[in-house]
């Protein structure tokens, strides 16, 4: 009865969903520009790190185009409280990495985080419910109280300055001892320069005997 009064719509296109379809309707499924990293050889997005850290594996679902569905679906997730789109993402690519050996080796997933601020002000963490997925795929612990954001900044994704705006982030580790000897994989929303995971996983590896993996939902 709920779904005859409020009917679930497509998070791409707003067309109402039908039986079977869940958050994406499967014409816009069938739409976005697949990415998939982990499973070719041609791994840009591994690439972008070269020189800067050691990335044991690195992935992304989609490719990121602006005026476009995946563009639309981000701003869904991140200012329209459109959650589910982050859960979706999350199980779709936590299926596909636990069949992967090299995701096997996975200890534990950790976020991106928000500053508490912006945490407060939007109520979610938009790549929460992805990391979340992954690691129930990966049977692993999701840990969002390791690593903490201290400054605030503004979106990275829509504006065109977006190195300044990385280069004000500022990160933390709440608990190094937690970390030891962990191979982590690093989740986020979409990578653009890599500047915030760069931040991100500095932070990581000062615990001892540390890995780094990571996936985002978009790439751009």
């Known amino acids: 009865m709920l779904n005859l009064l409020f009917p ?3 998070a791409g296109c707003k067309q109402q969903l039908l039986q079977g379809e869940d958050v994406l309707c499967a014409e816009c499924i069938h739409s976005l520009p697949i990415a998939a990293f ?5 791994n ?6 070269y020189g800067r850290f050691l990335v044991e594996n690195a992935t992304a679902l989609i490719y990121f185009q602006k ?3 995946t563009q639309e679906l981000l701003h869904n997730l991140k200012y329209r409280g459109r959650q589910e789109i982050s859960f979706f993402f999350g199980k779709w690519l936590g299926a596909e990495l636990s069949e992967l050996n090299p995701y096997k080796e996975i200890d534990l997933v950790i976020p ?3 500053h508490k601020q912006k945490l407060k002000k939007r109520g979610y963490n938009q790549v929460e419910g992805f990391g979340k997925e992954i690691a129930k795929s990966l049977k692993v612990p999701y840990r969002n109280d390791v690593l903490i954001k201290v400054s605030k900044s503004g979106s990275q994704v829509f504006k065109t300055r977006i190195l300044r705006f990385e280069a004000e982030e500022v990160f933390t580790i709440q608990n190094l001892e937690a970390i030891e000897n962990k191979h982590i994989l690093l989740v986020d929303d979409i990578i653009t320069t890599g500047a915030t995971l760069e931040k991100c996983a500095l932070q990581l590896l000062k615990s001892e005997n540390v890995k780094i993996s990571i996936a985002t939902i978009a790439f751009v």
């Open 8 to 10: 679930k719509v497509c």
């Open 38 to 42: 982990h499973k070719t050889d041609n």
């Open 44 to 49: 840009m997005l591994k690439n972008k790190f």
């Open 67 to 69: 005026r476009g569905l």
């Open 112 to 114: 991106v985080p928000l």
